[in-house]
């Protein structure tokens, strides 16, 4: 039968609980207190979750080290290799020249500087994030409103603050993806069908702050006041972002909610503006008032908003295509066979059980009804995979531009360079994740939230936002956090589905106060040092907003139930 999970190894569930903590403290104190690296605090973690595996659970040694060496493989398809390539894409446009086309087209689109903060801010930051991700949004977007004329400060805690909505789908539904496959053997149905489910439930909680944050935004640039000045663009941007994301995530797939619902933002803008523009363009004290009516687009000429903006946003507009196609099969029911690409990449698929640790851990009530093997099962979707559309797409979209291959080598080995630390830090949190699962460590945690009773899916939201405040990434908060979540919501009776998804939308608020998240922001406008200042600015609106998301979700488990899928 193999080796049989203890739930409380240290003979009470609290004190388990605290010792299954262990390493999930380690990477807190290493990363907020000691200030360590990322890759350095999760390797220690990493190591404290070994030593608990094997001398407080007292698992087996080739299970214990079989679920780290299973994690780190993990790590490498499920999450690194997404996001690699969502970053590798994003860094193509910019070696052929496209993203100065791109940035041209924004910062000409208008003189208000609500409504640049609107089109940059909000909606071409929802679109690096679900290109790419991984706190290139907030880089990139800050960096472009400063050199407009923001104050450095202001630039960054707009750039953060925006970073909100698109989080949960950021590069390609990554989070998503990863919760899908984490929990689909404990909710015993295809990893495939877990994530969508979880991507439909989180289109329907996010929505809502979704809505807000352009109103939020500019509230935070210029007050109330000035808010209510350019509503109609506020409501534009927040209704056409928010009604994409529901649609994209419920119908389409994960993998798009980010890319649609922020186009779909910005092309609204550009049309509402060729019928409406604000009274009085505001811009900030000591800055040259402009009274040219300042409509919006009246620097671009007809090229530039019409084909040149076509032109610029090329790139993009291919990729779209590509993950469409790649998911067809799962918009469009029974096509014929020879139609549907999405089955035609699944034949790559590699499935297999993972040596010395596939069915060689036992679970047991009351995680389980019964004592059942718990299956360590690895599925590598090599064509079907975001990762692998997105680097074809860059491929694609490298030659389109007349790059060289010489070029598109060059790019791959500087991403690389670029994301180094970070794929390691990847690579070791899903360790973690994975140690913690197969040793009874999350079971324990899972148990000990499990008394929080009908409370419990408003203190989800807040432990996804922890997660993502420790480790700067949706991702993998949901590795950490999504199995333990969806343990305890199964012990209290409330809906798993639901808690994944809470977990998910949660850490989205917490993206704002993330070290890793304050110091990308800092750093892209020479601001290094400004850290604390921009933590002082943020802090209480993320605790705010995440508050708002255990509402919606305590909402959901209790009245509003109609809104889970199945």
Request: charged residues 10%; without cysteine.
């Amino acid at each position: 039968m193999g080796w049989l999970q203890d739930y409380q190894p240290a003979g009470g569930l609290w004190l388990s609980a605290v010792l299954a903590a262990l390493p999930i403290v380690v990477l807190l104190v290493a990363l907020g207190v000691l200030r360590r690296s990322a890759p350095l605090s999760a390797a220690l973690a990493l190591v404290t979750a070994l030593a608990a595996a094997l001398l407080l659970y007292r698992m087996p040694a080739g299970p214990a080290f079989g679920s780290a060496a299973m994690g780190l493989v993990f790590g490498f398809w499920s999450v690194a290799w997404i996001a690699f390539h969502a970053v590798y894409f994003h860094n193509v446009t910019v070696a052929t020249g496209r993203f100065d086309n791109i940035k041209a087209v924004l910062a000409g689109f208008s003189e208000d500087r609500r409504l640049q903060a609107l089109l940059i801010a909000f909606g071409f930051g929802a679109l690096l994030e679900g290109i790419a991700g991984g706190g290139s949004p907030i880089a990139i977007t800050a960096a472009m409103m400063a050199a407009l004329g923001f104050p450095p400060v202001k630039a960054v805690v707009l750039a953060l603050l925006a970073n909100t909505a698109p989080v949960a789908f950021g590069g390609l539904g990554n989070p998503l993806i990863v919760l899908g496959r984490l929990t689909a053997p404990i909710l015993g149905m295809k990893q495939e069908q877990a994530t969508d489910l979880f991507s439909s439930m989180v289109g329907r909680q996010l929505p809502l702050p979704a809505f807000i944050v352009p109103g939020f935004l500019i509230v935070v640039l210029a007050g109330w006041k000035r808010m209510i000045e350019v509503w109609p663009a506020v409501l534009t941007a927040g209704l056409s972002f928010a009604v994409m994301q529901f649609v994209t995530s419920n119908f389409i797939s994960p993998s798009l909610v980010d890319v649609v619902a922020a186009l779909a933002a910005m092309a609204s803008l550009w049309i509402l503006t060729r019928f409406w523009q604000p009274s009085a363009v505001w811009r900030f004290d000591g800055e040259e008032p402009v009274t040219t009516g300042a409509s919006l687009g009246a620097n671009l000429g007809a090229a530039k908003a019409g084909r040149g903006a076509l032109y610029a946003w090329a790139p993009y507009i291919i990729l779209i295509v590509a993950i469409f196609l790649s998911r067809i099969g799962t918009i469009f029911k029974n096509l014929p066979s020879w139609l549907d690409l999405t089955a035609l990449l699944h034949k790559a698929d590699w499935v297999f059980d993972w040596p010395g640790l596939h069915k060689e851990v036992v679970q047991h009530a009351p995680i389980t009804p019964k004592d059942t093997p718990y299956a360590a099962t690895l599925t590598v979707d090599f064509l079907y995979s975001p990762g692998t559309v997105a680097l074809i797409a860059a491929i694609v979209v490298g030659f389109a531009m007349g790059a060289k291959p010489g070029l598109l080598l060059a790019t791959y080995r500087r991403t690389l360079r670029q994301m180094r630390w970070a794929l390691a830090t990847i690579f070791m949190i899903l360790a973690i994740a994975f140690v913690m699962n197969y040793s009874g460590a999350t079971q324990t945690l899972g148990l000990a939230l499990a008394t929080t009773g009908v409370l419990f899916p408003l203190f989800s939201a807040y432990i996804g936002w922890l997660g993502v405040f420790l480790t700067g990434s949706d991702a993998s908060t949901n590795s950490l956090f999504g199995p333990m979540q969806v343990i305890s919501a199964q012990q209290l009776g409330v809906d798993p589905i639901l808690a994944g998804a809470t977990n998910t939308s949660g850490g989205v608020m917490g993206k704002m106060i993330s070290p890793q998240n304050l110091s990308i922001g800092a750093t892209a406008i020479g601001q290094s040092g400004k850290e604390g200042a921009l933590l002082r600015q943020t802090f209480l609106w993320s605790v705010l907003l995440t508050a708002v998301v255990g509402v919606i979700s305590l909402l959901q488990a209790t009245v509003f139930r109609f809104m889970i899928p199945s």
